[in-house]
């Protein structure tokens, strides 16, 4: 097995999360993320942790950070948008903004100053481009 497969198989056994830096934000709230030099991007589920140690994550909100460049009259910032679903799981958007921008600077993965803005954001439809799904 070469190094690159090792990698990519060790990255698939973090399912659900695929890869992806997951870390707690609250009691009931974990997020996962992708980092790049550029930006950061993930989800926040809602945790229903059980008896036998395993959990149940349900999606609940998506989120962008990224640090904009030449913004007249700000400093040097991290902003981070985050899009909370409406979904009976789902806290009130500030308490998830809150409680995520808290997290990121608790892991390093941003550091202050930093700009959180919280968003609902609900689902109203999609098409598939291409061969999209696979009922194989």
């Known amino acids: 097995m070469s190094v690159n497969e090792s990698v990519v198989e060790a990255l698939v056994s973090l399912e659900p999360f695929g890869g992806m830096m997951r870390f707690s934000i609250a009691p009931t709230l974990d997020a996962a993320c992708l980092i ?3 930006f950061v991007s993930g989800e926040v589920y809602h945790v229903q942790r059980n008896s036998a140690g395993g959990a149940n ?3 609940i909100a998506r989120f962008f950070a990224w640090r904009p460049v030449h913004v007249e009259n700000f ?3 991290w902003r981070v948008d985050c899009f909370v679903r409406v979904h009976e799981l789902s806290p009130h ?3 998830v903004g809150k409680a ?3 997290g990121l600077l608790k892991e390093s993965i941003c ?3 930093l700009w959180v803005s ?3 954001s609900e689902e109203i ?3 598939n481009f291409g061969e999209v799904f696979d009922f194989d």
């Open 36 to 38: 790049s030099s550029e």
């Open 57 to 59: 994550f349900t999606p």
């Open 75 to 77: 400093h040097p910032h």
């Open 93 to 95: 958007p500030m308490l």
């Open 100 to 102: 995520l921008a808290e």
């Open 111 to 113: 550091t202050e100053p």
């Open 118 to 120: 919280w968003h609902r």
């Open 125 to 127: 439809g999609g098409a």
